[in-house]
């Protein structure tokens, strides 16, 4: 398949997709800043798409090619004329390559291949896809070597009605602004932000099943039931913890722990171009029947963005708890990391598309976020309880430069307010498609 | 049976091993619950001969003389070592471990880091339960069989010897090497199978099952033992439940270099040439060439460690309150524990030849101190973590 076929595909398929009220996945892969906004407004202007598909589909049955039918589609029994006519495998990528040297500890440097990520959206017919993501971290994998190889996505919507479709299989969580839309185009800075690694973990995916409504009013919802979070495998002995409490107790689907579930649903509205407000909440329990104590993970935000004119602007805030870390941590008392009982961060965030010439895109950007992963911990005894951790607040200062649709070329510096060491100075190149 | 399964069954349980090691991953034993089921035919066989003092040469030693249940496993008295031979009138050379919570101990190997792991005895020489189960028998200060041919011929004529016909053929104590062989088969399958090897049935196993509440002073031993700036007991020892829900075996099966002090009720310590280097001098020669392991031994488990009446591969110490006084004053206040040197410096590590002195860890908590320092724990810390400690004895009533 050449690259402009798969384009070219990629157009109808996101046309459908905004169409028929169905996932954002595809559509956020394939665009990035500019694009997000120019798709807020086609969610606005609804029922046009839907006249443009109609028009396409008439045009698309009847050409000889599109009558043709796929070799899946052709071992349906009775496959709709519609249908065959629809099936498409389109394939997508994304990676970035980060560089980061600490201002007082250079010898510290890193360049890293740090995500390279292949996917591809297969539909079976008008209604159905799969779509999957498969990752590489770290360049190379092995046994000796620091690398990952992850599936990051594995699963099937189908639409049940226009504005109605039902997604089942390994799937990011609606959380937060980056969750669904992590691709380097369509966010600013070379890392991802803290808030959205330490508190909301990232990326965050899990097993299980869920609907998606979109209205014309511009209301998303999504709810379902999913995998939930191990408590069971909490290493109190480690940092991890203490990094990103939830990314420490991910289970990714996995050989997962199962006997406890979660429930999660999140709201977005983009009732008016360029506005974008949302909130989620996932709860679960996290102890599978294997701890003496049962414990329950809730995390909840709340996010909007805004894109006025040349701006682009966003702020997100996320707590979470975890319920009955006084039992949990009492097998664990004098470890350096024990579970908090909550943990919660925020950040607000201001882009302006500076300058422009053709596809090339010049937008800096200021972000200062605040984030504690430990804001508290449940009593245990005098001399045994933890401290609460200090909140730590970044400011990243930079610009995201876009080469082309797709690709962009970052730089900026982070300041830590408390953990100052780790102050430096960010190079990135990424791209998506 | 043997004399000292000691020098021979050892494996891990005796000592007190505070410091911390490498690798950190607990095997832990899934059998989290003492469920009492009938043994195999195999382990039963296995129990009777694991009780006879007949296949030893004094006819006065069996595997249990120096595995005393009521004391976990290990030997129920303070000897630095148990006495062996024919007339029981030889001394061993290493205090007599436990042999406890050993089912899921694995055969010896350097782990991915380079950390020396697994391997029973103090010194890893063995591969198996089985394997370890064999060598008592024919140690001559243990039980003195001459040749593997003279316990079967012992065992042909133990009170059992149907039983054993039975189950592994007529013709068995024909074959020699055979016979010997499903001895201590058997011997490894009682251990497997009798769920007194892994109760699980302490104090801290019933806390980690929401059905017991540690004191208060038991929980501040428990903190101070896992704190890695105060006890740092846990970087060998690990004690926290396993993701798998499986509970802690607290050891992590790796080695350790503590600069023991010399035990002279040991009698091989007469001879101030003779030293006991551990991992690299043990049988066979495998190690001979990493002299940096050279005074490392096994680290062992605690369970059951406060029913233990001496410490250490050397039985150097007699007390826990002892023992772990050592671990956090053996760098603060070395002149408790170590000769003086004609000159009034402190002779430290002097159960180790001066080359390996280097090999000593000095680097981790608690042993990162000098003279003048405040030890890692207090008088009264020492005494938490003894409290904890003895929450670890298995068939804990409520």
């Keep these: 398949m050449t690259s402009s076929r798969i384009l070219t595909t990629s157009k109808i398929a996101l046309a459908a997709v905004l169409a028929v009220g169905g996932t954002q996945v595809f559509a956020q892969s394939a665009t990035e800043a500019e694009l997000a906004r120019r798709l807020d407004q086609l969610s606005a202007e609804l029922a046009a798409v839907k006249a443009q598909l109609a028009q396409m589909q008439q045009q698309r049955a009847t050409t000889p090619e599109a009558s043709k039918p796929s070799a899946l589609a052709a071992a349906e029994p009775a496959p709709a004329p519609v249908a065959a006519s629809e099936a498409a495998t389109v394939l997508s990528s994304y990676g970035e390559i980060n560089y980061n040297r600490p201002n007082k500890a250079s010898q510290n440097a890193q360049a890293d291949l740090r995500r390279f990520v292949l996917g591809y959206q297969h539909r079976f017919d008008a209604k159905t896809k799969v779509v999957t993501e498969l990752e590489v971290e770290h360049s190379v994998t092995s046994s000796s070597d620091p690398g990952e190889v992850a599936v990051e996505q594995a699963y099937i919507e189908h639409q049940v009605q226009p504005n109605l479709a039902v997604r089942a299989g390994l799937f990011l969580m609606p959380a937060g602004l980056l969750n669904e839309n992590h691709e380097p185009p369509a966010f600013f800075g070379v890392e991802r932000n803290f808030v959205e690694t330490a508190i909301i973990p990232s990326t965050w995916r899990e097993g299980g099943i869920q609907l998606v409504g979109n209205f014309d009013n511009g209301l998303t919802v999504q709810g379902g039931i999913s995998s939930s979070f191990d408590l069971t495998k909490w290493d109190a002995a480690a940092t991890e913890g203490a990094e990103s409490p939830l990314g420490s107790i991910h289970q990714e689907l996995a050989l997962a722990k199962a006997r406890d579930l979660a429930v999660f649903g999140a709201v977005n509205w983009r009732g008016m171009p360029g506005l974008l407000v949302g909130a989620s909440l996932f709860t679960g329990g996290a102890t599978h029947g294997q701890a003496a104590a049962s414990s329950r993970v809730t995390l909840w935000d709340a996010h909007a963005r805004w894109t006025p004119g040349r701006w682009d602007l966003s702020a997100v805030y996320a707590r979470g708890t975890i319920s009955n870390t006084a039992a949990l941590n009492a097998t664990l008392v004098g470890n350096p990391t024990l579970i908090p009982k909550s943990f919660d961060g925020w950040y607000g965030q201001a882009a302006y598309r500076l300058w422009t010439s053709g596809d090339y895109a010049l937008s800096p950007f200021v972000r200062v976020e605040r984030f504690n992963t430990a804001k508290s911990f449940a009593d245990l005894g005098p001399g045994i309880t933890p401290s609460a951790a200090a909140t730590e607040q970044v400011v990243t200062l930079g610009a995201n430069f876009q080469v082309a649709q797709g690709i962009v070329v970052k730089a900026d510096v982070q300041r830590f307010r408390e953990n100052s060491d780790a102050n430096r100075l960010n190079l990135g190149l990424g791209w998506s498609f | ?398």
């Design chain 2, 1 to 398: 049976m043997v004399r000292r399964l000691s020098i021979g069954l050892s494996v891990l349980l005796s000592a007190l091993v505070l410091s911390a090691c490498g690798g950190g991953t607990a095997v832990s034993d899934v059998d989290t619950a003492s469920t009492m089921t009938p043994l195999s035919a195999q382990a039963s066989l296995g129990e009777k001969i694991f009780n006879d003092t007949s296949i030893s040469a004094s006819g006065r030693q069996s595997c249990a003389t120096c595995h005393v249940a009521n004391s976990g496993h290990a030997a129920d008295n303070d000897l630095p070592a148990q006495m062996g031979g024919a007339g029981l009138e030889l001394q061993g050379k290493r205090s007599s471990p436990s042999i406890r919570y050993l089912a899921t101990n694995s055969a010896f190997h350097f782990a991915a880091d380079g950390t020396p792991t697994g391997g029973f005895f103090w010194d890893g020489r063995t591969s198996s339960l089985q394997d370890q189960a064999g060598r008592p028998f024919t140690n001559p200060v243990e039980m003195a069989n001459i040749s593997a041919s003279e316990v079967v011929d012992r065992l042909s004529h133990a009170a059992y010897a149907d039983e054993f016909k039975r189950l592994f053929g007529a013709d068995i104590f024909t074959r020699q090497e055979d016979a010997f062989s499903r001895m201590t088969l058997a011997l490894q399958q009682f251990q497997r199978e009798d769920t007194i090897f892994h109760a699980f049935s302490s104090k801290y196993d019933e806390f980690l099952r929401g059905k017991a509440s540690l004191s208060d002073q038991e929980l501040r031993g428990f903190a101070l033992f896992n704190n890695p700036a105060k006890g740092n007991c846990a970087a060998c020892h690990p004690s926290a439940k396993n993701s798998d829900g499986s509970h802690a075996l607290f050891t992590d099966f790796s080695y350790d270099n503590l600069g023991i002090p010399r035990n002279p009720d040991l009698l091989q310590n007469a001879d101030p040439t003779s030293f006991d280097l551990g991992l690299c001098a043990r049988e066979g020669g495998d190690m001979a060439s990493r002299g940096d392991l050279c005074g490392a031994f096994k680290v062992p488990s605690l369970r059951n460690v406060a029913l233990r009446k001496v410490f250490f591969h050397n039985g150097r110490f007699k007390s826990l309150k002892d023992a772990l006084t050592f671990y956090v004053q053996r760098d603060t206040n070395p002149e408790k524990f170590y000769p003086l040197n004609a000159d009034g410096t402190v002779k430290k590590f002097d159960d180790l030849p001066t080359q390996y002195h280097a090999n000593v860890n000095t680097t981790e908590v608690p042993y990162n101190r000098r003279p003048g320092d405040a030890p890692a724990l207090s008088d009264t810390e020492i005494d938490d973590v003894i409290a904890f400690l003895q929450t670890l004895n298995d068939g804990y009533k409520r």
